[in-house]
Every structure is written in structure tokens, then in C-alpha cells.
């Protein structure tokens, strides 16, 4: 897997692979309303290679009930409509460059991976990718399109002088250069969401807030973790190890209960091997959704429309 640091021993390598997947398994597990969507272990790894397999598995499950919900449906429509977003955050700060897009038919799904992955597919240098998951862990669920904006817009100049056609602005616009500006970036990307905030523009969206869950449960997460001290799930991790009362069972009956104590329990030869194919499953149909959507674009955007 490429988002491993180059020159990790095999050995620590096939550990941290096992990991991921028990990562994944555990929090869908508990949550049988999500879907595993292709990118979905793009964060799980990141998550992985900082903090660890325990405090990974809580991390996921926060997010993957909040920040991630849209993408974890059985359809891209959410994903869809928050990808909406873009084009009305481009026409408020540059007229000229929207209706620049707009001619070319480029739409918006060369973002697509940029937001499902919280970028972490798309940067070579994983310093980037930490500092990015800190900016979107502590704001609004719609920033990681935010920051989409605010490229686009750095990259303004360039895009003007492609050629407005479909395939060479999307070509352009899906590979991120390596020299970005990040921490200008964030910056500008928090400036554009208080100057032009999801409200202002859900009608220019066609997205009403309360239809994406994301959004509509965001304050909620808020009010909900308002009181929590910084360390507060180390604080809960760290006491669950401590399984000898029955009162701090039941506060865990679900991850932790959920959660391999035995590395054997979930990773036998036979476990393994269920494992490996519902991964495999996973990956083969977020593979041929991916080829369909690609075979769209050379097609027209029409097609893409229907299909998205």
C-alpha cells in the first residue's frame, strides 16, 4: 500500500495492513447503516500510522458517524450535492473563472477523491496530508470543498490558460501540484467559509442543509463535545483496559466490546481469509464504480450527469 512510509520492513508492513482491516471491519460493525466507499481506508491509514490502532478505531467511528456520513451511504447522491458546493464558492470570489469552468463542461468530479479522501490519495508528502486532517478535524464538515475552492482559485491563472475544453481542464485541475502554498491555503479556505458560509450558498447548491447528514448533525457533534477535554477519549481508552467492574462494561459495550483483544480472534487462517475477500469485494466494486464514471467522462457530460 503506498501510504506506507517507504522502507517499512514487510513485517511491519503485513502488521499494519492487518490492523487497517480490523480498523475498518470493527467500525462498520458497529455502525451497519455505513458503507464502505473506495478511499473510505485512505483516512482509516492516516489515523493508523499517528495514533495507533485503538485510538484510531474511536477516531473512525467519530467521524465516520459525523464529518464522513455522506460519503458512507448506499448511493453517491450526497457526495454529489456536497460537491455542489464548489461551483457557487468559485462564482462568489471570481465571476471570469466560474463561467470559465462552466464553459468547458469540466464539472466537479475531479474533486471527488480530494473530498472522500480528506486529500490523503491525492498528496505525495505526508506532512501535508497530517497537517490538512488537523485543519478538517477541527472545523465545519463542508471545509475539505472550502479548500478545494481556495486551489482552484490559487491556480486561477493556469486554468484561464487551458484550452476550455472538458478533458484538458480536468486534466489540469485533478493532478495538485507539489509547491502548494498550504498554510496560505487553510488560511484562505477559512476566510471563504466566513464570508460565504454553507447557508448562503445551499440554494445555489441545490442542497438544502437538513439533507445532508453531515451538516445537519454537525452541531450536534458540536454540543455533544463541548465539555470534553482534549484527552478525553485517551482518558476512555485507557479505561477500557480495565475490564474487572461491570458498571465500566456496559459504558463499552459497544467498540470495545467490538474490538479484537486477541489478535487471533479476528486474524485466524479462516478469519483471514473472510477478511481479505470482503476487502477484495470492497475494492473490485469501488474499482468498476471508478472505470464507469471514467468511461462517462470520455462519453460526455451528459452521461456523467445521469450517472452522478
Known sequence: MKRFPKGMPAAERAILQEQLIDIILVVLKCNPQLHYYQGYHDVA???????GERMAIAMLHTLSKYHLRDFMDPTMDSTKHILNYLMPILEQVDTELHDFMIRSEVGTIFALSWLITWYGHVLPEFKHTLRLYDFFLASHPLMPIYLAAAIVLHREKEVKQTECDMAMVHHLLS???QDLPY???IGQSQELFDQYPPSLLAKRAALQSRKSQSISTFKAFQLSTLHQRPDSVLQRLTKAQDSTTSRHASRHSG???AL???RGQLWGKGNRMVKMAVWGLSATLGAAVFAVAQTAMDWGPEVLLQLF
Open 45 to 51: 491509514v492516516t489515523l493508523l500510522l499517528v495514533v
Open 175 to 177: 493532478r495538485i501540484p
Open 183 to 185: 498554510e496560505l491555503l
Open 255 to 257: 467498540l470495545e466490546a
Open 260 to 262: 479484537p483483544r486477541d
